[in-house]
Each structure stands twice: as structure tokens, then as C-alpha cells.
């Protein structure tokens, strides 16, 4: 069995006011303590685990310096057995992106790099408060290019305050002009503690319906210009679905390194707390447990995420009533939110946007 690694880099230049991930601006020498803390825990694991997937994510994982990175990298390569091709991610803000770093990311094994794009408006930028501009990102995936990489993705964010359907469509041309591999597409939700969570923000987002307008003008978009839809949120072009982020919603298992960082390994799930000096002074060993897993909720809750679906031998399999389960999904299927092909059942782009009632009434 091949398992994934997650590495959490909880490191930013600033904290965007939408953003509930942990992270926190950090110095050189917390850098240097964390990276140690990082490639001391994976000895908790034993060595030869089979990996097919690494997965650096933040926080602005580009930020720990491509020293660091490959340090920890390097770290991973000697302790687990990384399969020849192995697919390994860095994501990256598009400001400040250096040529010389790439190529060095690149050498020490990175293949694939994720830019947090979010909008290639300026009206939208200055809302979210990113510190780019769309030269930026034009200018960051050239350098990704030349550097080696040819699996690109980008962030871009729906639902944000003052959006229009023409607006993520100006967003849309703009990427799809940048010939990248793959597209992720996340619905805004205002989490508690972020600057977000305001009665000024919150009276600027777009209607229900409009955001069902954005978001199925997206689908239709990406898929006439070659990129399919695989999950909820994620679009690529044949081939280049993350493999990373398809374990977790395939149920398969992956560790899990750093503050806030989660883990499926052996059948049980873990995680840490966010607390970055907690994680450097414990050495990696301060691991939380879940409650025991139920593997059919799971499976239906993110199966149902795929454009792939869920299958019913699946279900029976995991002691599902399949005849409570298919009557169910009727309403769904002749509502056109669902589809039923042979023993697969599947949500449709329409069934997407009401997903979490779907699953509700399934679990």
C-alpha cells in the first residue's frame, strides 16, 4: 500500500482576512527549529513506508526557503521509500517568486507547484488583500516553466464579497490562457476568527444565486477548455487530478507532519494541535487521537465530493442498507442533483452546489 505525506508549513508574510489555516509570521531561527522538529517526528514512523505522494502546504510553505524545504525533503527520501514517481507539491503565493529557488526546488525533487491566485481582478485582490497582481502570477508560472514544472495548479477563490459572474469568468480566460495543468475553485465560507467575519463583509457577498450562477458558469467553462472536474472544487486536464488530495477523499492513508496537520495511518486518525512551539519543543510526539473512525459515513461523505462517485458493492460492502440508501437518492436522481450509472451513484455540478444536504440525508 502507498501512503501520502502532508507537511504543514504554518508560515506567512501576513495573515489574509479570510483565512482560518494556521499560520503566523515566523524569524530565520524558528524556521531553523521547526524544519528540525519537522525531520526529527518522522522517526516516530518506521523507516521503508511506501510514499507516492508529499504534499508541502501552509501557511506559504515557499516562505521556509527552498534550503529548508529540501532539507526536509531530502529527510522524507531517507526515511520513507518514495516511489519513482512520486508526485510532490510546494505550494506558493505568485509575488516574489525567484527563478534561482525554483530551479533549486526542482533539483531536490519537487515536481509540482500550487499558486494561491485567488482572482486576477484588482478590485477583487485589493478585498482579499493579496499582495499580488495578475503580471505576478503570469510572471510566476513563466518562472515555474522555466524552472522544470510542468504541473502547475492554481487557487482562485468564488463567493467573495462584490463578485459577478463576469468577474470569475474574466478570472477563468486569464487561467485557462496560462495553459496550466490543473484548477481549484473554493467557496468563500466566513470562518469566526477571521477578519472576514463582519457585517460589512458579510452584507457585500453575492446571493445564493449568484453564486450557483458563478459557480456552474465555472464547470461549464473549464470543462469546454479541457479541464474536467474530478472533485467538488478541483478541475484538470487528463492526467494531472492531484494524487495527493485524492487519497483523503478515497479514504487511502496518508501521515501527517506539523501544527494542525491531520493523519489516517493504520486504520486510526490523528492529528496536532495548533501550536507551532508545542510541535518544535515535543519533537513531533505530541499527537491528539480521534474518535474511532466510521468507515461508511466517511466513505460516503467524501466519495460523494468525486465526480467518480460511490458505488453501491462499496456500500454493501460496508454494511450499508442499499435499499434505504437508493430510495433515498431518488428524489435527488429525479431532481437531476444526482445521477445513477449501473452500480455507481454520483452527485451532478447541479448536485455539487446542494452536496451537504445530499450527504446529510444519506449519513
Known sequence: MNRGIYVHIPFCAKKCPYCDF???NASDEIKDDYAKAVIKSFSLYKKGIKIDTVYFGGGTPYLMGEKRLGKILTAIKKHFSLTSDAEITLEANPAGIDLNELISLRESGFNRISFG??????????????????????????????????NISADIMLGTPCQTVSDVKQTLNFLISLNLEHISAYMLKIEKNTAFNSKNIISMLPSDDT?????????????KNGYLQYEISNFAKRGFESRHNLKYWRCEEYIGFGPSAHSFFEGKRFYYERDVKD?????????????????????????????????????????????????????????????????????????????????????
Open 117 to 150: 491566485v485567488q482572482s486576477a481582478n484588482v478590485h477583487e485582490l485589493k478585498i482579499l488583500k493579496r499582495a499580488h497582481t495578475s503580471s505576478d502570477v503570469e510572471n510566476a508560472v513563466f518562472l515555474a516553466r522555466k524552472a522544470g514544472f510542468n
Open 22 to 24: 494556521y499560520s503566523l
Open 279 to 363: 510541535y518544535i519543543k515535543s519533537l513531533g510526539e505530541n499527537i491528539v487521537f480521534d474518535e474511532e473512525v466510521n468507515t461508511l459515513c466517511e466513505y460516503i461523505m467524501l466519495g460523494l465530493r468525486l465526480s467518480e462517485g460511490i458505488t453501491l458493492k462499496k456500500l454493501k460492502s460496508l454494511g450499508a442498507d442499499i435499499e434505504g440508501i437508493l430510495k433515498k437518492c431518488k428524489v435527488f436522481i429525479d431532481n437531476g442533483f444526482m445521477i445513477k450509472s449501473g452500480d455507481t451513484l454520483a452527485l451532478t455540478a447541479k448536485g455539487f452546489l446542494v452536496s451537504n444536504t445530499v450527504i446529510a440525508s444519506l449519513i
Open 211 to 223: 453564486v450557483s450562477d458563478i459557480y456552474l458558469m465555472l464547470c461549464d467553462t473549464l470543462n
